[in-house]
């Protein structure tokens, strides 16, 4: 029984469209180690003056280096190894800079990009993705395809980098990054915060947010694992934001007993303004709006399903975006996971609700290869989990969980694929997993409910 060809954690030698579910973003022809952002933005004009520098690597002869970059945000300066770029053009939502040599394979280079402009989001099949402006303030959700709204990059999943964000703005608003807070300094009416992302991270998932926000410290209780957890919310919603968010030490727990250390230092819930029409995960963060902060299931659900994409999607990234299963069918059974343990729902009733809605829905979909258009649909999200379910019913809870701390240790900050977690199943346990899995994420028909 085959599976459609993977390409692993590694990079096409050549080419340089990088995933086909989106051929316009991507580059295959290098790699970015690291990203230094320093971005000076006006609220009220939604004005960014920005600088990012990148650090790369070559992965194929290349006689220019292409950057992802929305056509509203202008390149005013460009150097490439410190030098002037020769030339440098926009066109489309690209950046092109031409080197003065061609790169060559294993070449480290360094590309320092000065820019400006209004951000806006990315509008597409999905809606719009990216810079969002707020009431008052700013919104980042990236996924799949909206990091170029806001800096120049490589938007692929696969090119994971280390960040460092230093971002300007007025006084009174708390710019929220990605990674440790380093500093906050105040000069006139203009306040600079310095953040450090040390562990590597996908582009989609970079963000800063801006807003009237206090900073509420949540207690993580008196059993391990500690992580720090922390609130950004406008002050009128405080004692919401500690109700709503009373159960997420506990979620934490049982998420890292169940597969493995929270693998960031920090973890931040950013709680808008606004009312937003779904959560956002971004690494080491989630953004709810206030329409999300009650005790009901559905809330605490989605609080659970944003944490759990710490470890699906955020450390384990998908390779190329037809594994999206691996991040939301994962993170949908983190869902069923904790209703279990939280006593509202056993994890089997879950899987068996979803299977029965699922029998209803047209059945024409490819799971594991989903297609751009589908790739956010529910049932990659319910059937992804019963895929799961299934490994789980096959192997017994003692080698399940056991092969989910494995999962997420050996590929701990790395990209994965479906081929990967084939073999993972493969060494932990006795299962063959190729046919376990191939009817639920490569055949359209739905397989009978697992059951054990």
Known sequence: MTFPAQTGQGFPAAGPAADPYLPG??????????????LDYKVSSNRLSGRAVLYGVAQAPASAVVLDLMGNLRATKVQLDGRKAGRFSQRAEQLVVAAQAPLQPGQHFTLDVRYEGSPAPRRGLWGEVGWEELTDGVLVAGQPNGAPSWFPCNDHPRDKASYRFTVTTDANYRAVCNGVL????????????????????????????????????????????????????????????????????AMMRTFANCFGPYPFAEYTVVVAEDELEIPLEAQGMSILGPNHL????????????????????????????????????FACYAEWIWSEEAGVLAVAARAEAAWRRLKTDPQDIIVGDPGPKHMFDDRVYKRGALAVHAVRIACGDLAFFTLLQEWTARHRHGSVTT????????????????????????????????VG
């Open 25 to 38: 973003s991507g580059s295959n022809a290098y790699r970015v180690e690291r990203y230094e952002l320093e």
């Open 182 to 249: 380093q500093s906050r300094t105040t000069r006139s009416s203009r306040e600079t915060w310095v953040y450090e992302q040390a562990e590597p991270m996908a582009s989609y998932l970079a963000t800063v947010q801006v807003g009237r926000y206090g900073l509420l410290e949540l207690d993580p209780g008196r059993h391990a694992p500690a992580v720090p957890q922390h609130a950004a919310v406008p002050p009128a919603l405080a004692d919401r934001a500690r109700a709503g968010l009373a159960l997420q030490p």
């Open 294 to 329: 009650d005790q009901g299931w559905e809330s605490q659900r989605l609080i659970a399903h944003e944490l759990a994409h710490q470890w699906f999607g955020n450390s384990l990234t998908a390779a190329s975006w037809q594994d999206i299963w691996l991040h939301e069918g």
């Open 419 to 450: 081929h990967d977690f084939i073999l993972a199943v493969n060494r932990a346990t006795a299962v063959d997993a190729e046919t376990l899995l191939h009817p639920w994420l490569y055949e359209e028909a739905l397989p009978p409910l697992p």
